[in-house]
């Protein structure tokens, strides 16, 4: 049973263009999602967050939006650049001070020069 | 945020043997995890390491499979035991400071013949 979502395994988008990245998830108990970017042989790495009282958070060319009567929360590049190129996880944490974390299967972005 | 070093980075091993993931932090830590992905399959949280005491382990995961020890605040192993080729996956170490969200190594990808 996926709790979080990534229906789209990998997206294609043209440098300077939008990427909007999707994540869908169906546990009512999560309160806190985050974004990581995975390159290849390198760990995750944290991205950008949202908790569930905001329905966006910016953070440069960023922007994560959470709508909680979907479910479903996406992630804005703009403009997308090469180096953006990676693979996205969606994640969430289920209550205040719970650092565990439930991962989607993962979105890979490559952004086309 | 903190630097986390794991390894081995990559390991083939043979079937029914076993095999210990280190992973150092830089910092001490408040938490730490160990994950576990399977090929096109999302980060799946295998326990939180805890200080000093048995590991907490998510359903599925049992200690006798995967036996995790955290000495102290800045290090922690994971051993993968009795190795068959469905634990072929890439582990992964996370760790968070206080306030922080989690930040992981590089990962150990596992390949059993």
């Known amino acids: 049973d996926q709790q979080v979502k990534q229906n789209s395994p990998s997206l294609s988008v043209q440098e300077g263009r939008i990427s909007i990245l999707n994540c869908d998830y169906t546990?009512?108990?999560?309160?806190?999602f985050l974004w990581y970017k995975k390159y290849p042989a390198e760990g995750p790495t944290f991205l950008i967050s949202i908790s569930s009282i905001k329905d966006k958070n910016e953070d440069g060319r960023f922007t994560v939006f959470l709508n909680k009567s979907a479910k479903h929360l996406s992630l804005h590049i703009v403009p997308s650049q090469p180096g953006d190129s990676a693979v996205y996880f969606c994640?969430?944490?289920?209550?205040?001070?719970?650092?565990?974390?439930?991962f989607g299967k993962g979105t890979k972005l490559s952004v086309i020069p | 945020s903190a630097v986390i070093s794991q390894k081995p980075s990559r390991d083939i091993c043979q079937r029914g043997t076993s095999l210990t993931i280190q992973c150092q932090v830089d910092s001490q830590v408040t938490m730490m995890f160990w994950y576990r992905q399977q090929p096109g399959q999302s980060l799946t949280l295998i326990a939180t390491?805890?200080?000093?005491?048995?590991?907490?382990?998510e359903s599925g995961f049992v200690i006798d499979k995967f036996p995790i020890s955290r000495p102290n605040l800045t290090f922690s192993t994971l051993t993968v035991s009795n190795m068959s080729p469905e634990d072929s996956s890439i582990y992964l170490c996370?760790?968070?400071?206080?306030?922080?969200?989690?930040?992981f190594g590089q990962g150990t990808r596992l390949t059993v013949v």
């Open positions: 994640a969430a944490r289920r209550r205040a001070g719970s650092y565990q974390l439930t």
């Open positions: 390491a805890n200080q000093g005491s048995e590991a907490t382990y």
């Open positions: 546990n009512s108990m999560f309160d806190y």
């Open positions: 996370s760790a968070t400071l206080m306030n922080t969200e989690a930040f």
